[in-house]
């Protein structure tokens, strides 16, 4: 069975802060994608980042980075200089590459605060 | 470009009374369908997906069902609605070449049932 653990329910930074949210995940499978969504008030996900199970290369994309450990079947997601517009829920989900089928983790809900 | 569309964009039902929520994709073919309900303040549970035409995978048993009439056209119902059924759902697609496993969101339905 697959599970995503997003361990940090909530977490509350001030502007200009760096702040890291944590995602486990557990599957069987040997090949899989991991993502990160991003839910702001409004409530529509969007989607920010894909990676594929093979590539353990870390990305950067602006302000974000993601960490990508298969080792420790980690998939961490870094903000650097957090700003009051990056205040959301963000998920992390597993999908297996057989028939599609997907797994959230709970969401991490970031506040922050000017 | 791709897009889903879903309607209504919030109900409120009395309880022991009908659903239908309706998602449509524009824009692909042969998209991997998905419904899921997001409970206040939780994270996404996944109740159906769907890789095909009359072809629905059932996660969670529950008073729901959901059907696949047209390739891209995606329903959600229940002949009788529970209290518990309240919540945001919110319907996805994917594709299987290019970004497989990316799946990407509608703007979602909140239910509520009196």
């Known amino acids: 069975a697959q599970k995503v653990t997003q361990a940090q329910t909530e977490i509350s930074v001030v502007e200009k802060e760096d702040v890291t949210l944590d995602c486990v995940y557990e599957?069987?499978?040997?090949?899989?994608?991991l993502f990160w969504y991003k839910q702001p008030p409004s409530g529509e996900l969007v989607f920010l980042i894909r990676r594929n199970s093979f590539d353990e290369q870390n990305e950067i994309s602006g302000r974000y980075s993601w960490n990508f450990q298969k080792s420790t079947s980690s998939f961490n997601f870094t903000i650097t200089a957090s700003q009051v517009v990056d205040s959301a829920v963000y998920f992390c989900?597993?999908?297996?590459?057989?028939?599609?089928?997907?797994?959230f983790g709970d969401g991490t809900t970031l506040t922050v605060k000017p | 470009s791709q897009t889903i569309h879903q309607w209504p964009a919030t109900l409120v039902q009395p309880v022991g009374s009908p659903l239908s929520l309706e998602c449509t994709v524009e824009?692909?073919?042969?998209?991997?369908l998905y419904w899921y309900r997001q409970a206040a303040g939780r994270g996404l549970q996944l109740l159906f997906y769907?890789?095909?035409?009359?072809?629905i995978s059932s996660e969670v048993p529950q008073n729901l069902s959901a059907s696949r009439p047209q390739d891209r056209q995606f329903i959600l119902s229940s002949k009788k609605l529970l209290l518990s059924d309240s919540g945001f759902y919110l319907c996805?697609?994917?594709?299987?070449?290019?970004?497989?496993?990316?799946?990407?969101f509608g703007p979602g339905t909140r239910l509520t049932v009196l």
């Open positions: 824009g692909t073919s042969n998209p991997n």
């Open positions: 996805a697609w994917s594709v299987l070449a290019g970004g497989f496993g990316t799946q990407y």
């Open positions: 599957t069987r499978d040997t090949t899989y994608y």
């Open positions: 769907s890789v095909g035409i009359g072809q």
């Open positions: 989900a597993l999908v297996n590459t057989n028939a599609g089928k997907s797994t």
